[in-house]
T-cell receptor, first 110, second 120 residues
Framework: QSALTQPASVSGSPGQSITISCTGT?????????VSWYQQHPGKAPKLMIY???NRPSGVSDRFSGSKSGNTASLTISGLQAEDEADYYC??????????FGGGTKLTVL | EVQLVESGGGLVQPGGSLRLSCAAS????????MSWVRQAPGKGLEWVSV?????????ADSVKGRFTISRHNSDNTLFLQMNSLRAEDTAVYYC????FGSGWAYMDVWGKGTTVTVSS
């Protein structure tokens, strides 16, 4: 069964950089560059931060960047700010008929 | 302004039914892929269902046979009919628009969500 695995939590101090990983188990994940990332603050709706592995929607800070190597995609946040504290979820193309989210990563800004 | 507004959530007994609505503005529901995503209390995001612009529909295994996604083109609204509800269906339900990047879809617009509680 396809799955996307994320670390449960990461933390960093203001100004530092952190990276959240998203590891796929499906061969489809390995072969396609269709990874997206979402930010969710408590009690709020998710917000798109990255699509197609490394593209930022208009209005998203360039402190957010994405990459992918093999079966692992990564979201990097540089110049960490207090407002970045949130949950982050990855998704990826797996097949035409389903969508799947990673388990989510809680980012704590120390 | 592109916007999605969900409604229809509430408290329902196990085995009961509920229909969620998602009113869209600023774009046409029927021209896009539209998904429902839910989040149980304290848990992560779980994709529930999608309807394609061509009308094809797909469901997560956890809701297959119990939930039905549909849309009403004349009032630009997405629906989720939920039958045979279980306690584990308790969640905030979000609708989301999907748009295509270089080759596949991602969810670029989300509603604020509507809360469904299944309890006796």
């Amino acid at each position: 069964q396809s799955a996307l695995t994320q670390p449960a939590s990461v933390s960093g101090s203001p100004g530092q950089s952190i990276t959240i990983s998203c590891t796929g188990t499906s061969s489809d994940f390995n072969g396609y560059n269709y990874v997206s990332w979402y930010q969710q603050h408590p009690g709020k709706a998710p917000k798109l931060m990255i699509y197609d592995v490394s593209n930022r929607p208009s209005g998203v800070s360039d402190r957010f960047s994405g990459s992918k190597s093999g079966n692992t995609a990564s979201l990097t946040i540089s110049g960490l700010q207090a407002e970045d504290e949130a949950d982050y979820y990855c998704t990826s193309y797996i097949s035409d008929s389903i969508r799947i989210f990673g388990g989510g990563t809680k980012l704590t800004v120390l | 302004e592109v916007q999605l507004v969900e409604s229809g959530g509430g408290l329902v007994q196990p085995g009961g039914s509920l229909r969620l609505s998602c009113a869209a503005s600023g774009f046409t529901v029927s021209s896009n892929y539209m998904s429902w995503v839910r989040q149980a209390p304290g848990k992560g995001l779980e994709w529930v269902s999608v309807i394609y612009s061509g009308g094809n529909t797909y469901y997560a295994d956890s809701v297959k046979g119990r939930f039905t996604i549909s849309r009403h083109n004349s009032d630009n609204t997405l629906f989720l009919q939920m039958n045979s509800l279980r306690a584990e269906d308790t969640a905030v339900y979000y609708c989301a628009r999907e748009v295509f990047g270089s080759g596949w879809a991602y969810m670029d617009v989300w509603g604020k969500g509507t809360t469904v509680t299944v309890s006796s």
